[in-house]
């Protein structure tokens, strides 16, 4: 071929390779729109989406009704997946049977390819299953905790006071969390189990705490410090952790890890730190439990910035992630890829399986009564499935690099007006920092509630995910997060919105930011001393 034509292959990669700047990307995505859904309504309707956000919806994103949403609804990107041709497709051949229909089984081997050949369920009577369907991530959540708080009580025997060898900082966190169990003396902790993590999800926190345990965060502590260069700030607090099972190991029936780490920002959690729990973990024979929620969006960071792994692909990290653990539980609205659906998977052999042999009957009988066969766990059969099939895109690499390259080009343009984000971004979101956004000026307890009504007036949703969300009323005082957390979070739906969507929503947040002297606080109407308030709350602004 003439070497002009080489010349202007090789001018056209390095197009495509360039790093984005903004207003200048040239790499298409990797699919194209096969289907799309018509805005009933415009940008332009300001007034009305300010009317109806007062009137009707309390200031309450949650409340506010999607189809007057004009720009990027960024509230979640859970179950908000646009999913592919395949997808749609395979639910046509769909099994609606009552029990243990086609797509339990197609599932069950998807979920070997997937997570690696520990995961195999199921002997030839089929007595040993250890997948468990549920209609979505917190189900999950709450049978998990419903049932492991009783198999688990059984066996474990706890001191009234917590140890003293307990480093004092990590001893108060617990102490603070006492006082608001359930049926508990303050002062004292009888019977109640803790649950560790990285951190916790609000509703994994909310379903812990509702079965009388203590959910507590160990974030690294890089997690949220101003060290870019530190890849993996999904990290758990390897000192912390150890202090806490070497003092009160017998209070903890179950160590977890949230990949990535949606409260602590999207961040990802590196294999070392995996590793190194599960030593810890093994140690003291407590089983280790993934939320694999973003599993492919972690292992993507593992293969980028972790040494000794950009060779490897995406599932052979995914098998190594998920070989260190001894079960996890998923909402599939994230990497599933599927508007729909949660799973529990147990480990054959692993130490949960061993420990709390009545487990899996327990859950198979709360599960007949709440959710149905577990089979099919409140699912359609031609749910299942999508979900097969959203498996198998979601390892693809270039997916992973269109999706999490756009998150990053999101960020890269608010960093590019000074608009402090958690940095870098994560794999799912970007968290806009209200603390630093509102650095220096004189504001209100809730200016994230503020920020987000204001987007949503501007067209786009988003979530406070900061005081308001992780914070209690008690007493008549507001008690903050601790470790503090106040963010907004813009999450991005997957294969949903084009770069021109977002950067019209990062236009929006630029507005606020230029004028945040002149933002509002917001008076609290109703709801601040419920559990899970933000979801419920209504709000006005200040005048
Ligand atoms: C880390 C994490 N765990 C659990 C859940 C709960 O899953 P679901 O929304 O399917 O109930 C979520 C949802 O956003 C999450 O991000």
Not at 325 to 337: A, N, P, R, T
Not at 477 to 503: C, G, H, K, S, T
């Amino acid at each position: 071929m003439s070497e002009a034509i080489d010349f202007f292959i090789s001018k056209f990669r390095d197009n495509i390779n360039r790093e984005y700047e903004p207003g200048r990307y040239f790499r298409p995505r990797p699919y194209r729109n096969a289907s799309v859904r018509f805005r009933n309504c415009s940008i332009e309707d300001f007034e009305k989406r300010r009317d109806i956000l007062v009137n009707e919806a309390g200031l309450n994103a949650f409340m506010f009704r999607s189809d007057m949403i004009p720009g990027c609804d960024l509230l979640s990107d859970s179950g908000t997946t646009t999913m592919t041709m395949r997808q749609w497709a395979a639910m046509l051949l769909g099994d609606e049977a009552y029990g243990s229909n086609e797509g339990y089984f197609e599932l069950k081997n998807q979920i070997t390819e997937t997570f690696g050949k520990d995961w195999v369920s199921g002997n030839e009577n089929r007595s040993g299953e250890n997948l468990f369907i549920f209609h979505q991530g917190r189900a999950v959540e709450n049978a998990l905790f419903t049932v492991l708080g009783r198999v688990a009580a059984k066996n474990e025997t706890r001191q009234p006071k917590l140890a003293n060898g307990l480093m004092p900082a990590l001893k108060k966190r617990i102490e603070s969390k006492l006082l608001s169990g359930k049926g508990n003396t303050p002062g004292s902790c009888d019977s109640q189990f803790i649950i560790p993590s990285n951190s916790h999800f609000d509703t994994t926190q909310g379903n812990i705490e509702d079965k009388g345990m203590i959910p507590i965060n160990l974030p690294c502590p890089q997690h949220l410090a101003d060290d870019r260069d530190y890849r993996f700030r999904g990290d758990m607090d390897v000192d912390e952790i150890e202090n806490l099972l070497e003092n009160e190991g017998s209070r903890v029936p179950l160590v977890y890890i949230t990949i990535t780490n949606n409260t602590g920002g999207g961040q990802p959690v590196s294999i070392a730190n995996i590793k190194r729990i599960r030593e810890i973990t093994d140690r003291f024979n407590i089983p280790l439990f993934f939320d694999a929620c973003r599993f492919a969006e972690n292992a993507w960071f593992i293969k980028k910035y972790e040494k000794g792994y950009s060779d490897k692909s995406i599932t052979e990290i995914v098998h190594e992630m998920f070989s260190y653990v001894d079960g996890f539980h998923i909402s599939l609205k994230k990497d599933g890829l599927v508007n729909m659906g949660g799973a529990l998977v147990l480990k054959e052999g692993g130490i949960f399986t061993e420990k709390y042999p009545d487990f899996k009957g327990g859950l198979t009988d709360y599960q007949i009564m709440a959710e149905g066969h577990p089979t099919y766990g409140g699912l359609a059969g031609r749910d299942l499935k999508s979900i097969v099939e959203g498996f198998r895109v979601v390892v693809r690499q270039d997916y992973l690099d269109a999706r999490i390259g756009q998150i990053k080009r999101v960020a890269d343009s608010l960093t590019g007006y000074g608009i402090p984000i958690i940095e870098p971004a994560g794999g799912h979101a970007v968290y806009i920092d209200m603390d630093k956004f509102f650095d220096g000026i004189k504001i209100d307890d809730f200016m994230g509630v503020s920020v987000t009504a204001l987007l949503l007036i501007a067209g786009h949703r988003v979530c406070e995910l900061g005081t308001y969300a992780f914070g209690r009323y008690m007493d008549g005082n507001e008690i903050p997060p601790d470790p503090r957390v106040n963010f907004v979070r813009a999450a991005v739906p997957r294969l949903a919105y084009e770069d021109m969507d977002l950067l019209s929503f990062v236009e929006a947040v630029k507005v606020l930011y230029d004028h945040r002297e002149r933002i509002p606080g917001v008076n609290v109407e109703y709801g601040r001393d419920l559990p899970l308030r933000h979801f419920k709350s209504r709000f006005s602004f200040k005048k």
